[in-house]
Every structure is written in structure tokens, then in C-alpha cells.
């Protein structure tokens, strides 16, 4: 499978247009004779037309230099990521390959053949110096028919220009003149949506991000919900897309964005209509249950390695380094496979379908309406006094156990606070950064002392193993009393950050 950014811009030639010569285009000193290739593509989507309502196109196509099955996805202007696989015997059934960055889009929907074109093409190959080809220039004739919905067929013919070795300056160029023969921009960059025509709604007119800003800034809390609920469910799709690649850090980044999803519909509950995102809610915590495992394990190691490895060679006995290797390393391939094995089921797929159904029709309350910035401090002022609580309930902790159990209950309710402060930011750009940021403090504080118990326990663990095989358990037990300390200095971090915060009213934080 290989994967490259495709930088091209197509145009319609008017009926009588001719390709101009580019030679006079600056950087250009060869443009070479045509080479025909006659081209067939069937492109594939699922019955509502996931993909390319998303901009996506996927393709089996035969002819060209090129053949094979290609996934576009849209990456910024005129820019689409290519993805390729050879050909393979199979034509009706999608490589699952190439299925992966699209999951999250198509679930377990069926994806057909919606489309075929035929295209004529004589390619021009546009040469700089030294014999470097810097783009190419393509003539198309195309022949297309529809495969899904009602019968049609059309032909059209359009330009079109690639980057090969060229600059987006020399893509300019080249449009321009093309223009200038008698070509226009064309009125969409893909023969599928084009193909496709009313199946698909055009792309709507998306706000700069200053009017974005203002929109928020003035609008409802339905409004803002919304916004936040979309951008994160954007992200979810994301780092799926990044966690079945094996990119790094994806695990990680999709718990956030299924925490950041649950904590806001528990923030803006007085927003949605009784029970309408509750088993949302409890879905997401699945998921991120799903996800813990491998996170877990991969945390745990790092921070033990690097213990470790602060410690003088003379104190490490024993194999120490190994043991606590090979056993989370393989605790974090079985999180990993059990993390997919998520992501490939029903109850998955059904999430996703849920959010849609969240941010297509929401059940809103009337109290939604109110204007953004009179509803939050007191959506806030919930968050915090949930946080206050959690606080007084660590002094009323009886015991050990108790008592870091009632701080990981605080860390999670400074978390909520901070993810609500931080999706108030466009309404409350002066206080809800400094709420922020002083809530992500109290939950750092305590995330380091959960973490140190979280050590400690393994360490427990390691150290009684080690004994029971006739091994030297003295590492293990210096590795816990380090862990201890650690958790007394978090804990005592997390009193002087709370004390910042509490001695504050939340109006201060939520007014300029």
C-alpha cells in the first residue's frame, strides 16, 4: 500500500478551447507530446453516499500508469491524500485496507459500485530544468454513468493539472493560462460528485474562522454545544482513522475525544431533553473502557522504564528492566487488539450512528435558546461546585484505600470543570482560559498521584512475584517507597492548586 499527497486543480475548457501551449509559463522549458491512455474506474460507497458527501472517493480503475484501487481524502486545498493498492483479483469487494480510514464513515454499511467512467486522456508531461518533470497536464474526455439511483449517463471534457516535482506557484501559473485560453475553474474538483450530480448536496459555505468565532460568541447554548459536540466527534473519527493505521498516540487522543464527548453531555445537560443523551453517555464511557487497557499498560511502562533508569546501576538487581518490559509490553498488545476488536463491532458502529443522530436532530430544551454567554457560568458553577464536593470528601476519607480513591473522584471532576472551561472559551475569552488552566493544574496534580498509586500497586505485584521465584526483590521495594514520595509530593501540589482556585468566586473567573 503506498500513500501521497495529490496536488491538482481541474478546469473546463470551453467548446472551443485548445490547449495552449505552456512553454512560456515561467520554469517551463519542455512541454512534452500527449500520451493517450484510456482509463475505467467503478467507484464504490455505501447506499447513502458516506464517502463522497465527505468529499471521498474510492476507485478500482484499470489502464494507465496508475492502476489499481485508489482512497482520496480531502487534505486542505486542492490537496488529497492518495491511498493505493495493486489491483488484485477482486473487483467488487473493497481491499479491507483501504477500508481502514473510512470505517468510522461507513461502519458495517455495504459498499457497492455507484459509478463508472470512462475517460480518454492524452497526458502532457510539463518539464523544468535538468529534465525534471514538474507537473502534468491532462485533456479528458469522460463518459459517465450512474450506478446507484436513478439511470444517467453524461460525457463531458475537463483539464486537469497535477504537481509532480512543481511548486503551488507553478500550479498557479499553469491555471492561469489555461484561463486564459478559454478554460474556467471547474465546478467541482471530482468527476464522481460530478457523476453523481443532486444525489449529493453541494459542500456548504463554511465560515472563516473570525466568524466562526463571532457566531459562537453571540450565539446560544444550543449553538455552542453543537459546535463543540462536532468538532469532537470529528476528532473520534480521526484517531480512529490514525489507531487502525497503528499510529502513535492514537489510542491516547481517541479516549480524550470520547472523555471530552461524555463530559460535555454531562456539563450541558440542562441543553438536551431528558434521557435523549444519556445512553450516549454510557456507550462513550464504554468505549473508553475499551480503549484503558492499552493506554494503561503503555503508561505504566513508560513511567516505570524511566524510574529505572534514574536509579544508580548498583541498586537495579536483578532483571529488573525485563520483567516490567515483556509483561506491559504484551499487556499493551492485548489492550491494542482489544481496543480494535472494538472498533470493528456493532455496538461501535451504533455509537457512531447515535452522535449523527445527536448533532442532525437534537432534542433540545427551551433553556438551550438562552444566549451562551448568561447560560454558562452557571453550567460552570455546577462543574465547580461537583468539584468542591469531591474535594471535601477526600478529608472525609477514612482510610488509605478511601482516601485515594476520593482524590481520583476530585481528579475526575477537575477534568470535567477544565474540558467545560475550555469549551467556553469563544463565549468567555478573558476568564474561562485562566478556569482552564487552573483546573487542568488540580488535574495533573492528581492524575500524577493516581499514577504513582497505580505503581505502587504493580510494584506490590513485581516485588512478591520475584520473591515467590527466589529472586531479589529489593529493586521492586526501593521502586515503591520512590512511588510514595512521589504520590505525598502530588498530593501536596494538588492542596496549593486547589487552594489557588477555591479561594477564587467563579464570577471572576467567568467575567472580564
Known amino acids: 500500500m503506498s500513500r501521497h499527497d495529490e496536488i491538482e486543480r481541474k478546469l473546463d475548457p470551453g467548446s472551443s478551447a485548445v490547449l495552449p501551449s505552456l512553454t512560456d509559463v515561467d520554469g517551463v522549458t519542455v512541454m512534452g507530446q500527449p500520451v493517450e491512455m484510456l482509463l475505467s474506474a467503478v467507484y464504490f460507497d455505501s447506499p447513502d453516499l458516506d464517502l463522497a458527501r465527505h468529499g471521498i472517493t474510492l476507485r478500482r480503475r484499470t489502464g494507465g500508469d496508475d492502476a489499481g484501487w485508489h482512497l482520496k481524502l480531502p487534505a486542505g486545498e486542492d490537496t488529497r491524500t492518495e491511498v493505493r493498492l495493486p489491483l488484485g483479483r477482486a473487483t467488487r469487494t473493497v481491499p479491507a485496507q483501504l477500508l481502514a480510514p473510512v470505517r468510522a464513515l461507513v461502519r458495517d454499511r455495504p459498499l457497492t459500485p455507484v459509478a463508472r467512467l470512462d475517460t480518454r486522456r492524452l497526458q502532457h508531461d510539463i518539464i523544468g530544468a535538468d529534465a525534471v518533470v514538474l507537473a502534468q497536464v491532462c485533456v479528458d474526455e469522460v463518459r459517465a454513468e450512474r450506478l446507484s439511483g436513478?439511470?444517467?449517463?453524461?460525457?463531458?471534457?475537463?483539464?486537469?493539472?497535477?504537481?509532480?516535482?512543481?511548486?503551488?506557484?507553478?500550479?498557479?501559473?499553469?491555471?492561469?493560462?489555461?484561463?486564459?485560453?478559454?478554460a474556467s475553474p471547474a465546478a467541482t474538483t471530482s468527476k464522481l460528485r460530478r457523476t453523481l450530480g443532486d444525489l449529493v448536496p453541494p459542500p456548504s459555505a463554511q465560515p472563516s474562522p473570525e466568524q466562526r468565532a463571532q457566531q459562537l460568541a453571540q450565539g446560544?447554548?444550543?449553538?455552542?454545544?453543537?459546535a463543540h459536540l462536532a468538532e469532537h466527534i470529528g476528532e473520534l473519527h480521526r484517531q480512529d482513522a490514525r489507531l487502525r493505521g497503528d499510529q502513535p498516540g492514537a489510542i491516547h487522543k481517541l479516549r480524550i475525544a470520547a472523555r471530552r464527548l461524555r463530559s460535555a453531555l454531562?456539563?450541558?445537560?440542562?441543553?438536551?431533553?431528558?434521557?435523549?443523551?444519556?445512553?450516549v453517555g454510557e456507550e462513550l464511557r464504554w468505549l473508553g473502557?475499551?480503549?484503558?487497557?492499552?493506554?494503561d499498560a503503555q503508561v505504566l511502562r513508560e513511567r516505570l522504564q524511566d524510574l529505572v533508569a534514574s536509579e544508580p546501576e548498583e541498586l537495579v538487581l536483578g532483571p529488573v528492566r525485563q520483567r516490567i518490559d515483556d509483561e506491559l509490553s504484551t499487556e499493551y498488545q492485548a489492550g491494542r487488539e482489544q481496543a480494535l476488536e472494538a472498533l470493528d463491532s456493532s455496538r461501535y458502529f451504533?455509537?457512531?450512528?447515535?452522535?449523527?443522530?445527536?448533532?442532525?436532530?437534537p432534542r433540545l430544551t427551551v433553556e438551550s435558546q438562552t444566549a451562551a454567554a448568561d447560560l454558562l457560568p452557571r453550567l460552570l458553577d455546577r462543574d465547580m461546585r461537583r468539584l468542591r464536593r469531591a474535594v471535601r470528601d477526600v478529608a472525609r476519607a477514612g482510610n488509605p484505600h478511601a482516601h485515594d480513591l476520593a482524590l481520583h473522584d476530585a481528579r475526575k471532576k477537575a477534568k470535567r470543570l477544565r474540558y467545560a472551561a475550555e469549551s467556553a472559551i469563544p463565549v468567555l475569552p478573558d476568564g474561562a482560559p485562566k478556569l482552564a488552566a487552573?483546573?487542568?493544574?488540580?488535574?495533573?496534580?492528581?492524575?500524577?498521584?493516581?499514577d504513582a498509586v497505580v505503581a505502587r500497586s504493580k510494584l506490590r505485584e513485581y516485588g512478591a512475584a520475584t520473591?515467590?521465584?527466589?529472586?531479589?526483590?529489593?529493586?521492586f521495594g526501593r521502586l515503591h517507597a520512590l512511588e510514595q514520595a512521589r504520590a505525598d509530593e502530588a498530593e501536596a501540589a494538588f492542596e496549593s492548586a486547589w487552594d489557588a482556585i477555591s479561594t477564587k468566586k467563579l464570577r471572576r473567573w467567568t467575567r472580564s
Open 467 to 475: 520473591h515467590l521465584s527466589g529472586e531479589n526483590g529489593f529493586t
Open 289 to 295: 473502557q475499551c480503549l484503558s487497557r492499552a493506554r
Open 150 to 182: 436513478p439511470a444517467h449517463t453524461t460525457d463531458w471534457r475537463e483539464w486537469e493539472v497535477e504537481l509532480v516535482h512543481g511548486t503551488r506557484e507553478l500550479l498557479d501559473a499553469i491555471a492561469d493560462r489555461l484561463v486564459a485560453a478559454g
Open 438 to 450: 487552573a483546573a487542568k493544574k488540580i488535574q495533573e496534580t492528581l492524575g500524577e498521584h493516581q
Open 350 to 361: 451504533r455509537l457512531l450512528d447515535a452522535l449523527d443522530e445527536l448533532l442532525e436532530s
Open 220 to 226: 446560544t447554548g444550543a449553538q455552542l454545544l453543537l
Open 266 to 279: 454531562k456539563t450541558y445537560r440542562p441543553l438536551l431533553a431528558a434521557d435523549s443523551a444519556e445512553a
